[in-house]
Nanobody
Framework: QVQLVESGGGLVQPGGSLRLFCAASGSIVSSNTMAWYREAPGKQREWVAT??????IYALSVKGRFTISRDGAKNTVYLQMNSLKPEDTAVYYC????????WGQGTQVIVSS
């Protein structure tokens, strides 16, 4: 069973930046499609970004502001978030995609002045 642990969330002012981390329990980061999702209060969980091989794709709401990346040697997936907006406030989840998918427990991001 793969374990994913997110960290890096916190309180940030609008326009600020945060970097989220997703640490995997095994060497699965390089060989699998990995993604970030988020769930805002009162809303359904939504997809944010995916990395497939060397290709990255983003939701329109975050494109140009967020960057997904990974380091196979550290078994870690990252989400760099810049120009944060109040509407980015949510719990952010890391996911290993595929037939045997796995979710992390989430990390809270609050964008507020």
């Amino acid at each position: 069973q793969v374990q994913l642990v997110e960290s890096g969330g916190g309180l940030v002012q609008p326009g600020g930046s945060l970097r989220l981390f997703c640490a995997a329990s095994g060497s699965i980061v390089s060989s699998n499609t990995m993604a970030w999702y988020r769930e805002a209060p009162g809303k359904q969980r939504e997809w944010v970004a995916t990395i497939i091989g060397a290709v990255t794709i983003y939701a329109l709401s975050v494109k140009g502001r967020f960057t997904i990346s990974r380091d196979g040697a550290k078994n870690t997936v990252y989400l760099q978030m810049n120009s944060l907006k109040p509407e980015d406030t949510a719990v952010y989840y890391c996911k290993k995609e595929g037939y045997y998918s796995s979710w992390g427990q989430g990390t809270q991001v609050i964008v507020s002045s």
